[in-house]
C-alpha cells in the first residue's frame, strides 16, 4: 500500500492550495482518511478526517471553515482543500488511511495503519 502526497509548497497568507493524496494497493472508498501535520519542533498533530465510506468529516478547531477533506473514490485519492492559509498552517502535512477506524479514535495518529511521506507547506506573512 502507498500514499503519495502532493501539492504542497509556498504561499503567501491568505492564500489557498490543495493536497492530494494518491492511493496505490489499496481501496480506500470505506477507509477513514486522515490528514495530519508536523511543524517544525512539534509533535505531528491531527487536522482533518473523512470518517470511513460516509460523508461525516472532522477538524482541529482552528482549521474548520478554511480548509475542507474530500475524497474522489473514482481516483482513489484524498483531498484537502486549504485556503485563508496561516503562518500557524506551515508544516509538513502527512495523509493516513485506517479500515478500522472509530469515532472516538480518529484524532489519534495510533488510529491509521498506512501513512505517505508527507508534503511540506510553507505560508509566509
Known amino acids: 500500500v502507498q500514499l503519495q502526497a502532493s501539492g504542497g509548497g509556498l504561499v503567501q497568507a491568505g492564500g489557498s492550495l490543495r493536497l492530494s493524496c494518491a492511493a496505490s494497493?489499496?481501496?480506500?472508498?470505506?477507509?477513514?482518511v486522515g490528514w495530519f501535520r508536523q511543524a517544525p519542533g512539534k509533535e505531528r498533530e491531527f487536522v482533518a478526517t473523512?470518517?470511513?465510506?460516509?460523508?461525516?468529516?472532522y477538524y482541529k478547531e482552528d482549521v474548520k471553515g478554511r480548509f475542507t477533506i474530500t475524497r474522489d473514490n473514482a481516483k482513489n485519492t484524498a483531498y484537502l482543500q486549504m485556503n485563508s492559509l496561516r503562518p500557524e498552517d506551515t508544516a509538513v502535512y502527512y495523509c493516513?488511511?485506517?479500515?478500522?477506524?472509530?469515532?472516538?479514535?480518529?484524532?489519534?495518529?495510533?488510529?491509521?495503519?498506512?501513512w505517505g511521506h508527507g508534503t511540506l507547506v510553507t505560508v509566509s506573512s
Open positions: 493516513a488511511t485506517s479500515g478500522s477506524a472509530i469515532l472516538s479514535s480518529i484524532r489519534d495518529a495510533k488510529t491509521y495503519h498506512y
Open positions: 494497493g489499496r481501496t480506500i472508498s470505506r477507509d477513514t
Open positions: 473523512l470518517f470511513r465510506s460516509g460523508s461525516n468529516t
